[in-house]
Every structure is written in C-alpha cells, then in structure tokens.
C-alpha cells in the first residue's frame, strides 16, 4: 500500500519510526510537508497537489500535525476525507483536541473530570472573580501552549491577578485552572490506538518545577492503571473523535483528572519507557482502516 505521512519534519524521532514500521510491512511511504500542498476544490474534480504539481495520492493518510500548522493541516486532512482516502485523525478531532477550551468543554459536556477552569472576559479582569472562584496555587495557562511553554503556576491571588492583566494586554487568550496539589510535578501519559491503551506512563518533573513534560527534562516510569483511569482515558479520547491519542491524567483525591488529550503525541518518549512498540500498532491501525473501507 501507498502510505502518506503528513509532518512538517522528517528527521523527527516519530516520524522516522512511523517510516520503518511502514517499510517493515512493505509499504510505499511519503512525507510530505503538509504546509507544501495545495488544495484544488472544484464541482468536478478536488485534489491535493505537492510543491512540484504532482497529485499527491495514497491508499491512507497519517497526519502528524504540529500546533503551528493545525488549521491549514487539518485542511488538507478533510480533502483527503472528502476524496474518501481513509485518515487516521480526522480533522474534526485534531481541531477539537488542539483547542484546549473546545476540548475541555467537550469532556465536561461528555462527564468527564477535568480541574474547574475559567475563560475570563477578553473586555475587562474581574479581580474579585478570580479570587472567589478559584483557590491558589492555582495554574494559568496559555491556550496555544505546548510542551509546558506558557503555563505559570500562580502563588497568590495578587499575583494570578497580576498575571491575567498581563496576558490581556497582551492580548493572549489564557485559563485559570485549578491545581492538583496532590500530583503536584507528576502526571500519567496513556497512549490509545483504536479504542485499546497501548501503553502507559508516570512522568515526573524535574525538581522545583510543577511541569512533567518530557520536553522539560522530566523522567518517567512505566504504571499501571486502575479501571477507573482506563475508562476515563478510553472516554476521553472516544469524546474528542481520535483513534490515535496521547492522554495526559493526574491522580486526584476525587479520583483521575484529564488534564489533555494531544492528536499527535510523540512517540520517543513513550517507547524508549515502556518498549512498547507504539508506531507499529498505529500503522497497523492505519492498514485495518484501509483494508475495511
């Protein structure tokens, strides 16, 4: 089969493993730039043309699309969609997942337990707001953050308030999350490949930081989960659309918090702790979608 990996870097570790466990099956695979192609739509006729004016064709698509090309990624996802070539993240659930407010609107909305969280009015910070509805620490974070860039943990309710006003000056769009003391610099990444938790892991921060991304050096460990935590990972990633998640969790005194649920998790993280191989069940599942369409 013609497999399509969309990505913006070929050298990256999970694009890299996703091309051997294609080649491993016998695969004809390309990567391409999913920035690079162009979308002709017509009455008679719409598709998706590389840089040089090829038809970019395949028998299935796998998007790796990164936070700074998500819109016009999952542009070229819903053509690919509309030709009927089957995709393994559709572009509804990247773009659901990707905004971090229509996500955790849409987990509540579905019963799903996620920490309190306040959009404030863009026009005006309501100072006694903030400090009624939430108590401090508290965690105020940007919506396009990524990789733990652009989330502040706030000490105080003078200081939360301070940093809310600076962000609207800025004109940057943040929420105010409650924090989860008692998993405080740790949380719980699931990895979900066609409805099935195919791996799992404790992160932990780097000492004096509260955040457990691997991007910020944090170290990990294989666990496991109870069945509440599988349900709530399973329910999270069903709730958002995507057959292929990264699921973050936090054991809370109430019982697990999703806290995120990334469309285009990596992948070196995850094997190099728990030697699961995780690209070669998410090809798999890319060739059972191909094979049953």
Same mark, same amino acid.
């Given at each position: 089969?013609?497999?399509?990996?969309?990505?913006?870097?070929? /050298?990256?570790?999970?694009?890299?493993?996703?091309?051997?466990?294609?080649?491993k099956?016998?695969?004809?695979?390309?990567v391409?730039?999913?920035?690079?192609?162009?979308?002709?739509?017509?009455?008679?006729?719409?598709?998706?043309?590389?840089?040089?004016?090829?038809?970019v064709?395949?028998?299935?698509?796998?998007?790796?699309?990164?936070s700074?090309?998500?819109?016009?990624?999952?542009?070229?996802?819903?053509?690919?969609?509309?030709?009927?070539?089957?995709?393994?993240?559709?572009?509804?659930?990247?773009?659901?997942?990707?905004?971090?407010?229509?996500? %955790?609107?849409? %987990?509540?909305?579905?019963?799903?337990?996620?920490?309190?969280?306040? %959009?404030?009015?863009?026009?005006?910070?309501?100072?006694? $707001?903030?400090?009624?509805?939430?108590?401090?620490?508290?965690?105020?974070k940007?919506?396009?953050?990524?990789?733990? %860039?652009? &989330?502040?943990?706030?000490?105080?309710?003078?200081?939360?308030?301070?940093?809310?006003?600076?962000?609207?000056?800025?004109?940057?769009?943040?929420?105010?999350?409650?924090?989860? @003391?008692?998993?405080?610099?740790?949380?719980?990444?699931?990895?979900?490949?066609?409805?099935?938790?195919?791996?799992?892991?404790?992160? @932990?921060?780097?000492? /004096?930081?509260?955040?457990?991304?691997?991007?910020?050096?944090?170290?990990?460990?294989?666990?496991?989960?109870?069945?509440?935590?599988?349900?709530?990972?399973?329910?999270?990633?069903?709730?958002?659309?995507?057959?292929?998640?990264?699921?973050?969790i936090?054991?809370?005194?109430?019982?697990?918090?999703? $806290?995120?649920?990334?469309?285009?998790?990596?992948?070196? /993280?995850?094997?190099? &702790?728990?030697?699961?191989?995780?690209?070669?069940?998410?090809?798999?599942?890319?060739?059972?979608?191909?094979r049953?369409?």
């Amino acid at each position: 089969m013609k497999v399509l990996i969309l990505s913006r870097n070929i /050298g990256l570790y999970s694009t890299q493993r996703l091309i051997l466990e294609c080649r491993k099956r016998g695969h004809n695979v390309q990567v391409i730039d999913p920035l690079t192609c162009n979308l002709i739509i017509d009455n008679n006729d719409s598709y998706i043309l590389d840089n040089s004016g090829q038809e970019v064709i395949a028998d299935w698509v796998l998007p790796r699309i990164g936070s700074t090309a998500t819109s016009y990624g999952a542009a070229v996802i819903r053509q690919f969609e509309l030709k009927g070539i089957p995709v393994v993240t559709s572009s509804q659930a990247l773009l659901q997942a990707r905004d971090k407010l229509v996500a %955790l609107q849409l %987990l509540a909305q579905n019963g799903l337990p996620i920490p309190k969280t306040a %959009l404030l009015s863009p026009i005006e910070c309501d100072s006694q $707001l903030i400090r009624r509805e939430f108590e401090f620490p508290a965690v105020i974070k940007l919506l396009d953050s990524t990789h733990g %860039l652009g &989330v502040i943990l706030s000490d105080s309710s003078q200081n939360g308030v301070a940093i809310a006003e600076a962000f609207m000056r800025m004109q940057q769009k943040f929420i105010i999350q409650k924090f989860v @003391k008692e998993s405080a610099g740790q949380d719980i990444r699931a990895f979900v490949v066609n409805g099935k938790i195919i791996a799992t892991m404790l992160r @932990k921060a780097p000492e /004096g930081d509260f955040r457990s991304n691997m991007h910020r050096g944090s170290t990990a460990t294989v666990i496991d989960l109870t069945e509440e935590e599988q349900k709530v990972v399973l329910d999270a990633s069903k709730t958002l659309g995507l057959e292929v998640a990264g699921v973050d969790i936090m054991r809370s005194k109430e019982g697990p918090v999703v $806290l995120e649920v990334n469309a285009s998790p990596g992948l070196e /993280g995850i094997e190099g &702790v728990t030697k699961v191989n995780v690209a070669g069940s998410i090809v798999a599942y890319g060739d059972f979608i191909a094979r049953t369409k």
